[in-house]
């Protein structure tokens, strides 16, 4: 056969086979949309797009509705809302007097104990934690908000920390002015058998910051769900979270587990009953037990023995350091001791309670730490857990350790939050983004005061895809007046000056000799600010001045040896850290056993964990922390020493970041001046110096409730440092030439 | 399809048949293609035009056609609605069950106009454009279902969106009605304008016993956290005019207001600051000469001089919303889409989704007391919050405003997200606007930690049949006192590991794991033996780290666990006059890659390689046998946006590139090929991840004129 009209016939065909599959192909969808028309026809029918012509929800001409200009005034109305929505309809608006807290600021004033009450440990820190707090006042006409000294943690009546009469004593308080602008702190309401969350006394218009709170009693954006504490949750400072690394995979020997008490009589057990369905006794282990109280023999059902043999096989500690999830099942109230403890263990909780206002969760999205389940799904509860990816259990066990250190580890921490979240709400306008509040470091370390725009602090920037603003100020400390030329601050403001990255410099003139006329001043490329230190004291010279621009600050001892290679390299590196601090010298803190106290080094030591701050670069927010949120105790005994506010520096930058600071090289001569053979003799040649810095360190940690400090073993260098390779090459010669 | 399949399957036999069978085949085949042409285009436009008519009857179909309903006066209303419904009390979650896509179902109830008994409607408007919108737009999303059984939500199809064009009674006897109503479980009503003179309550008055209320202008007292959802007041103007999107940035005026129906205090209280601010405020009011109607809500006016509504709206950075007779306002939207920073004035409203949108991001809150502060406050603002807050603004509405379609999906989502917590949108899925979502990064190791010295590194040596060289490197390796276990890869299929007997003795422990396939990707496969969270990655021939180079390596990853930490650095560079990406393996003095033949990252990154590589470029690497490590950086880079950490100065190394350097012989080929996956890599992952840095890492006393035995790490940088 002819080759060629084979060859057609085969084309041909082939052409109508495509033409017929492409057909079909373009058919298939239609065939399948019109089976689901004729599914729909059976039962109804999906919403047809109706052609008439439908009118408008809302006429042009009625946009906004004019009778309302007629009628009552907003001012009106505004006060018809506050005598109308008290007690349980309480809210801000309606309960709360805002106009102290414009006047004074956000102040706290806790009430004078009063003699012959007797008042728990708990309550007993909650109070000191806020009159250690800087929202503290003595002085009740400065404040916005008042707390009892009456103990209302445990109203639960068969408590021996019963308070009794609370109602009279309350109602007698000279300022209690029904409640408003209080705060009245409980942890647990009710009593056997309904456990109601009924106090026992008028709260009045005052608001609640309860645990285990309903959302039916819940009051939106007025009470404060706070989490269920024990008699031994640490002050200040707290655990530390268990997680030490994030395996991978991230599953643990058991999926998820329990153990705890169920309940014979009275409310609270429904759910704790059934968990016996779920639990299989390889990596679903969820254990109940019958005993406790005296007469839970008179009780007992039919489960109870062979469910008691199976509690008592397993360790809690165990399970709970070794599990995925574990379960937090409501109790006789709808919190319980289980949250807190699968927190910190790093332990996913899975929330089992319906109806429960989680902690704090006015500012804290519990999705990215927790898994909120439904108590009526219980059964569901192991295929849904299953069903979460790793990569979601490895984010969601690492935000646990977040929330745990930032928001929970201490009762400090806890009354802290409940504060501050009251006081984004007198703020309104300048309070912190979710983000703030739910991402490291948290809120209690992101000061809205210093600016309502994240890409101000130093912790969002790879969050908001941003990056630091590419200049630095310089901040020289000037102590000595100006006699000579030859002055190691006029070289040093030189040498800073000749920088590109250096956008301005501020020397702050904190010495006892008037200001130098400004032509004694070099003439250099970037302004130079001469301003008068506050008090000549030394924390001024970590105040956020307005004059500081940029994000990033080189701070500065007027008699720091620097060359403008080291000082752009080291704003190189800083850039890659912005929320840490950069410097050159270092120091290092150690355990000393003997003395049982916190030892300070200045010898050359193979690791460091503080970075002077007589020559170190870092993020201005960490002068509005300084200055804004350390107590004025520790700053003033900085003031007085007239030392160790670089160590308290270090102390505040670490305990925000939970990492230690960078040292970058340096030449060597530096060094030497730092040894304390300069014209600065007079500081660092002083034979208390060194004590004192010793004395500091321990009285920081303690008020840090820790050491917040952390070792590093590496010093960052320029690539090519010291390499085997022509100087001509090194972009930062300068640095190994000496 | 059927026919075209058939066809298909014998082709290939007809073939072979043609070249001896006589001339009649080739009509047989012809005929019976045609015939099966003819068949399938009967088969595909028969039913075709069956469909499209019923589409088209459908499309056509009128409300009128819709059945009339008659309500007895009898007919029984729905309690009041209670205030303490919650998710857990009055939905019933058991319609929703387990769902392995996470998805509510939702059925929308067939129209039925209802009337009273003298046949008067229960609606002035009926259902109106919108709310044919928004149920269309369920009703071809993902969440809908036909099959009523199978429902979670249940959506009645009257439209109470305005409450002002309803008879409260009736509808609320109309709801109960409906076949599945059951006391309101599980159903969704949409409201916008809630109540109505005098009293403006804000939430709708229909009686509505357990339903679920979608509506706009909540006030913190009738809204039930949880459980009911706040959504805007959409603006019609939305779908009738477009605004382009503008640049973020300082605009002509500074407020502007553009409230028609202002209350005369506040009015006031504008004009006073307009007169302490003058030009930086825009006041502007109805104009009095135009009528009524869709041109009046087009035009605003200030003496006399006329403006352009919403355009003008684009030219302020923030724009008044105050409240009216209702807590929510049309304008609001308008506001948003103007990318112009609402100042909302309206107390005790609960903002639209403010449940899972962040307005602290796109809007200043002021108390309507502070009306007079406004100036202050916003003033106090600074320009790269108002900038992100402007871009913010345009985003809301971009995602949840400027259609019905919108406003409804988003409804569904946020019920969604309650019934499935543990697949629920995330904060930046719902908050990020697009260029944020691509220019920001969420490592996935986000929690500042250090680990612990004592778990140690696994040490990962991949392997073909170079076994001498390979034994010593283990030799050398064992020596480092972290290391925990070596893993040997042996990607040579046709010959064996040795045997056991020839391995040297090492204190830990040593498995061999043997590949399938001779594939370099074998090297970053996260291996269940791998137990530890560091792994050092290391070739079979780098025997000149030192154990103090390789101990210091491992402290340095513990400090920076989510980054690469390696030994030799590579840098990336712009080539100008080749408009594209270059590879630079020079003394540099920048690196932004650390070459994986010997570098400790995190194993989670091994997974990550394994799965979650973008694009082809995993089997590209394994085509190509080169440019794993490129690969890898590229990978850590992007998701981490963070530099990689060069250890320890420069030394010796043996690859391809290293002698080149050392001007044995300049592999060229190698050089341009690592440029090209560069430039490859680059555009697979659409941008470039890598980020360039000036430092690499020493012990602290480096080279310091220190006693050497005193250093933690003495033998370092020796040649």
């Known amino acids: 056969m002819q080759a060629k009209k084979r060859y057609l016939i085969v084309l041909s065909a082939g052409a109508c086979l495509a033409l017929l599959f492409c057909l079909g192909g373009v058919r298939l969808p239609a065939a399948g949309r019109r089976s689901r028309h004729d599914r729909s026809r059976r039962s109804d029918q999906p919403w047809p797009h109706y052609s008439d012509p439908l009118h408008r929800f809302q006429p042009w001409d009625r946009e906004d509705t004019e009778e309302f200009n007629l009628h009552t005034s907003p001012r009106q109305k505004k006060e018809a809302n506050t005598s109308a929505y008290r007690g349980r309809r309480c809210r801000m608006d309606s309960c709360f007097d805002f106009s102290a807290c414009h006047r004074n600021g956000f102040k706290v004033y806790v009430y004078p104990p009063q003699k012959g009450e007797k008042i728990s440990e708990s309550y007993q820190n909650i109070l000191s934690s806020i009159e250690g707090s800087r929202f503290y006042t003595a002085d009740p006409g400065q404040a916005c908000l008042f707390v009892l000294s009456l103990d209302t943690l445990d109203r639960d009546q068969l408590s021996p920390q019963y308070v009794h009469n609370l109602k009279t004593k309350v109602q007698n308080l000279p300022l209690w002015n029904d409640g408003r602008n209080h705060l009245i702190f409980n942890l647990y309401s009710g009593t056997w058998p309904d456990y109601t969350e009924d106090l026992g006394f008028d709260i009045g218009q005052a608001m609640l910051a309860k645990a285990s709170i309903s959302t039916d009693n819940f009051r939106p954006n007025f009470d404060v769900s706070i989490p269920l504490f024990s008699k031994e949750h640490l002050r ?123 902690p704090f969760s006015e500012i804290i999205d519990w999705n990215r730490a927790t898994v909120i389940g439904d108590e009526r799904l219980l059964l569901q509860i192991p295929t849904t857990v299953r069903s979460i990816h790793p990569d979601k259990i490895l984010s969601l066990r690492q935000q646990t350790q977040f929330l745990w250190e930032a928001y929970f580890s201490s009762v400090e921490k806890i009354v802290l939050t409940t504060l501050e979240i009251i006081q984004d709400r007198v703020l309104e306008h300048g309070s912190r983004s979710s983000l703030m509040w739910n991402s490291h470091p948290g809120g209690l370390f992101a000061l809205p005061q210093y600016s309502a725009y994240q890409g101000d602090f130093p912790f969002y920037y790879a969050t908001l895809g941003i990056k630091p603003y590419p200049k630095f100020t310089a901040v020289i400390h000037a102590v000595s007046p100006l006699v000579s030329q030859s002055q190691p601050i006029l070289k040093l403001l030189v040498a800073v000056a000749r920088s590109q990255y250096c956008a301005q410099i501020l020397v702050l003139w904190n010495c006892d000799k008037p200001l130098p006329a400004k032509q004694r001043w070099p003439a250099t490329s970037v302004p130079v600010i001469v301003i008068e230190g506050e008090n000549k004291v030394m924390s001024s010279r970590f105040v956020p001045y307005e004059t500081i621009v940029t994000d990033a600050v080189l701070s500065l001892d007027e008699d720091t040896v620097l060359s403008t290679t080291e000082v752009d390299f080291a704003f190189t590196v800083w850039q890659s850290f912005p929320e840490r601090i950069v410097g050159y010298p270092a120091r290092s803190h150690f355990w000393d056993s003997n003395k049982e106290r916190w030892g300070y080094t200045s010898k050359w030591t193979n690791d460091y964990s503080m970075v002077l701050t007589g020559a170190a670069f870092f993020h201005r927010y960490y002068h509005h922390l300084y200055t804004n949120y350390l107590p004025a105790t520790l700053k003033s005994m900085v003031d007085q020493l007239a030392n160790c506010e670089d160590i308290l520096m270090n102390f505040l930058v670490s305990a925000v970041t939970k990492l230690p600071p960078i040292k970058v090289t340096q030449k060597k001569q530096y060094k030497e001046t730092m040894m304390g053979q300069s014209s600065r003799a007079s500081r660092w040649a002083d034979p208390d110096h060194f004590a004192q810095r010793q004395t500091c360190m321990n009285k920081f940690a303690s008020w840090f409730g820790g050491m917040p400090l952390i070792h590093s073993q590496m010093r960052l260098d320029p690539v090519l440092f010291k390499d085997q390779v022509s100087i001509l090459r090194k972009k930062y010669r300068d640095i190994e030439r000496l | 399809m059927y026919a075209s399949g058939k066809y298909n399957s014998r082709g290939p036999a007809l073939i072979p048949r043609m070249k001896i069978k006589h001339r009649i085949y080739y009509i047989t085949l012809f005929s019976v293609v045609l015939l099966g042409l003819v068949a399938t285009g009967m088969f595909q436009f028969w039913p075709h035009s069956i469909e499209s008519t019923a589409d088209w009857t459908l499309d056509k179909r009128s409300i009128h056609d819709a059945p009339l309903i008659r309500l007895p006066v009898s007919s029984p209303i729905p309690e009041r609605g209670d205030l303490s419904c919650r998710m857990h009390t009055c939905f019933d979650v058991y319609r929703c069950g387990y769902n392995p896509k996470n998805r509510i179902k939702v059925y929308i109830y067939p129209l039925q106009r209802f009337a009273d008994e003298l046949g008067v409607p229960i609606s002035s408007t009926g259902l109106s454009r919108e709310y044919n919108d928004l149920l269309s737009a369920i009703s071809d999303s993902d969440f809908y279902t036909d099959d009523v059984t199978r429902a979670c939500l249940f959506i009645p199809s009257i439209d109470v969106l305005n409450q002002n064009s309803l008879r409260i009674r009736e509808t609320a006897q109309a709801l109960a009605m409906l076949p599945r109503w059951d006391k309101g479980m599980n159903h969704l009503l949409f409201n916008m304008l809630p109540g109505g003179p005098p009293d403006y ?56 207001s553009s409230q028609t129906a202002i209350h005369r205090e506040y009015r006031a209280e504008l004009e006073r600051l307009k007169e302490e601010n003058g030009e930086a405020l825009l006041l502007l009011d109805k104009c009095s000469n135009l009528s009524q109607g869709a041109a009046s809500a087009r035009k605003r006016c200030y003496k006399g001089q006329v403006y352009d509504y919403p355009q003008i709206l684009q030219e302020s950075s923030f724009c008044v919303v105050l409240r009216g007779a209702r807590l929510g306002q049309a304008t609001l939207s308008d506001v948003l889409q103007a990318g112009c920073v609402p100042v909302i004035l309206a107390d005790s409203y609960i903002l639209p989704f403010s449940e899972v949108l962040d307005w602290k991001r796109a809007s200043v809150v002021i108390p309507e007391e502070k009306l007079s502060e406004m100036y202050t406050i916003l003033k106090s603002i600074p320009h790269r919050q108002v900038e992100e807050m402007q871009r913010q603004a345009r985003w809301f509405w971009d995602a949840y405003f400027s259609s019905m379609k919108a406003v409804g999906l988003t409804t569904l989502q946020i019920i969604n997200d309650r019934i499935y917590p543990y697949a629920a949108r995330t904060y930046e899925q719902w908050n990020n606007p697009p260029v944020v979502k691509w220019s920001s990064v969420n490592s996935p190791l986000f929690l500042p930690l250090i680990p612990p010295r004592a778990p140690g590194f696994t040490a990962v040596v991949l392997t073909y049949d170079r076994v001498e060289s390979l034994f010593r490197v283990i030799t050398e390796i064992s020596k480092v006192p972290s290391l925990a276990k070596l893993l040997v890869v042996w990607n040579n299929q046709n010959k064996s590991p040795p045997e056991e007997s020839l391995w040297p003795k090492v204190s830990v422990p040593l498995k061999v794991v043997r590949t399938k396939e001779n594939k370099l990707s074998n090297r970053f496969f996260p291996y269940d033996e791998i137990e530890t969270e560091a792994v050092l990655a290391i070739d079979d021939d780098i025997i000149m780290l030192t154990s103090d180079e390789l101990q210091f390596g491992y402290e340095v990853w513990r400090e920076f666990p989510d980054r690469l930490v390696g030994y030799p650095g590579r840098l990336h560079l712009w080539d100008h006059e080749m408009g594209k990406w270059k590879y630079e393996s020079e003394w540099t003095n920048e690196v932004s890659m650390v070459l994986t033949g010997a570098a400790f990252y995190h194993k989670y990154f091994n997974y990550l390689y394994t799965y979650k590589m973008p694009g082809d470029i995993k089997n590209w690497v394994d085509t190509h046998m080169n440019c794993e490590d490129i690969a890898m950086n590229f990978l850590v880079a992007n998701i981490t946006g963070k530099a990689p950490i060069k250890v320890t100065p420069r030394k010796k190394f043996k690859c391809p590139e290293c002698t080149a350097i050392d001007g044995l012989s300049l592999d060229q080929t190698h050089m341009v090929e690592r440029s090209e996956c560069i430039n490859k890599f680059a555009s697979v992952f659409g941008t470039m991840p890598l980020k360039v840095v000036e430092h690499r890492a020493d012990p602290v006393l480096y080279k310091d004129d220190f006693p050497e035995k005193l250093k933690s790490f003495p033998n370092i940088g020796s040649l």
């Open chain 1, 236 to 358: 200040t400072g707290g655990e530390r979270g268990f997680l030490k690394y994030n395996s991978i995979p991230p599953f643990r020997k058991y999926m998820l587990v329990f153990k705890g008490k169920r309940y014979l009589t009275g409310i609270g057990s429904d759910t704790r009953n059934a968990l016996y369905h779920v639990h299989n006794a390889e990596d679903v282990v969820l254990l109940t037990t019958c005993k406790h109280g005296k007469d839970w023999q008179k009780h007992k059902d039919a489960r109870c023995d062979k469910d008691n043999a199976e509690y008592d096989k397993y360790d809690y500690k165990e399970m709970l350091h070794n599990s995925t999830f574990c379960l937090v099942p409501r109790g006789r109230r709808l919190g319980s001791f289980r949250f807190l403890e699968a927190l910190q263990a790093a332990c996913v909780p899975v929330v089992l309670s319906n109806g429960w206002e989680l």
């Open chain 2, 201 to 256: 309550n804000t939430a709708l008055d229909v009686p509505r016993d357990r339903a679920l209320l979608a509506g706009g202008g909540f006030s913190t007292w009738t809204y039930r956290q949880g459980y009911d959802i706040s959504i805007p007041v959409y603006s019609p103007l939305s779908a009738d005019v477009e605004l382009p999107e503008r640049q973020p940035g300082p605009r002509r005026y500074f407020i502007l």
